[in-house]
Nanobody, 119 residues
Framework: VQLVESGGGLVKPDGSLRLSCAAS???????????KAWYAQSPGKQRELVAQ???????NYADSVKGRFTISKDNNRKRVYLQMNSLKPEDTAVYYC???????????WGQGTQVTVSS
């Protein structure tokens, strides 16, 4: 199983990006039973939770991104997305996708995609 992220890049302040995470080789039942999340790690800082979709569909966001970022999923395509609007320089980080299933005892991370917000 691999989580393959895409969509990162360089964007100006107030711009938008859409990150995508594809669960390659993951069976649908594991995907469906997984909590899906995006984390961000800036240089010199710990990796932090940005947004999460629980198995019950409940969605949580870090306070710093509420109203600007939206997490969503596509079960048929086994993908998770992070729509990032009104980006700020402080959003600059490597963004990681994570899918973990308590039912199946699995915990997968993607390789990360760089997001840089700069004028």
């Amino acid at each position: 199983v691999q989580l393959v992220e895409s969509g990162g890049g360089l964007v100006k302040p107030d711009g938008s990006l859409r990150l995508s995470c594809a669960a390659s080789g993951m069976i649908l039942s594991v995907f469906s039973s997984s909590t899906k999340a995006w984390y961000a790690q800036s240089p010199g800082k710990q990796r932090e939770l940005v947004a999460q979709i629980g198995t019950d569909g409940r969605i949580n966001y870090a306070d710093s991104v509420k109203g600007r970022f939206t997490i969503s999923k596509d079960n048929n395509r086994k993908r998770v997305y992070l729509q990032m609007n009104s980006l700020k320089p402080e959003d600059t980080a490597v963004y990681y996708c994570r899918m973990n299933s308590v039912s199946y005892g699995t915990d997968y991370w993607g390789q990360g995609t760089q997001v840089t917000v700069s004028s």
